[in-house]
């Protein structure tokens, strides 16, 4: 029996915040090249970029809205996705969760609770943050939302904290642990996204 190659995943990169010279900016930097040296193809997203209204239960339907629906797109052309997401007040962005609740809407024709853009697809986490936990209280916030919308979360995430002192002037994570740790949770990410 012949075997074939398994074709490499392609990742979607992501931060969940607007700021301007965002630490999970430069976190979703070394992502990137963390999959660029494991040959991986990386396609980085902005929200921002997407002018998305507040959603609600009297929100119109995906269908009237074509930058949630262009999102969506864009989400269902990747294998996995790896997203650093900021952490305000214990939680993730307004932005970041305003854009899942969007993506999880079917659109017409679609079964309700389809969750087209995440079911099966293999996700990532990773945070940055001056504070002493890095996040981590709104990865596990993200976490949440994600396994509820039947995403496939990979066990690892990175939490960087004290951030502002992590980077080097090029961006790059300047403690060799956090740079093996992200490179294998992009491994594990690639891998799940490979199935």
């Not at 991986?40 to 009297?58: I, K, N, Q, V, W």
């Not at 797109?73 to 609740?101: C, Q, Y």
């Not at 994600?146 to 002037?169: G, Y």
Request: hydrophobic fraction near 45%; include cysteine; charged fraction near 20%.
């Amino acid at each position: 029996m012949r075997e074939h190659a398994m074709a490499q995943p392609d990742l979607l990169l992501l931060a969940g915040g607007i700021r301007s010279g965002s630490l999970n900016e430069k976190l979703i930097g070394c992502v990137s090249e963390a999959a660029r040296s494991l040959g991986l193809g990386a396609t980085r997203l902005t929200l921002s970029d997407y002018r998305l209204p507040l959603f609600g239960a009297d929100a119109l339907s995906i269908d009237e809205v074509p930058e949630a629906l262009a999102l969506k797109a864009v989400f269902g052309r990747h294998d996995a996705v790896i997203i650093a997401s900021p952490e305000h007040n214990g939680s993730v962005t307004a932005m970041l969760k305003n854009a899942l609740d969007w993506m999880s809407c079917p659109n017409a024709g679609e079964a309700p609770q389809a969750y087209i853009a995440f079911r099966r697809k293999a996700f990532g986490l990773v945070s940055a943050s001056s504070s002493p936990f890095g996040g981590m209280r709104g990865l596990s916030q993200l976490r949440h939302i994600l396994t509820t919308v039947q995403a496939l979360v990979v066990p690892e995430q990175l939490s960087v904290p004290h951030a502002h002192r992590a980077f080097d002037e090029a961006g790059r994570l300047t403690d060799p642990f956090l740079t093996g740790l992200l490179a294998d949770l992009v491994r594990s990410v690639a891998g799940l996204g490979r199935r």
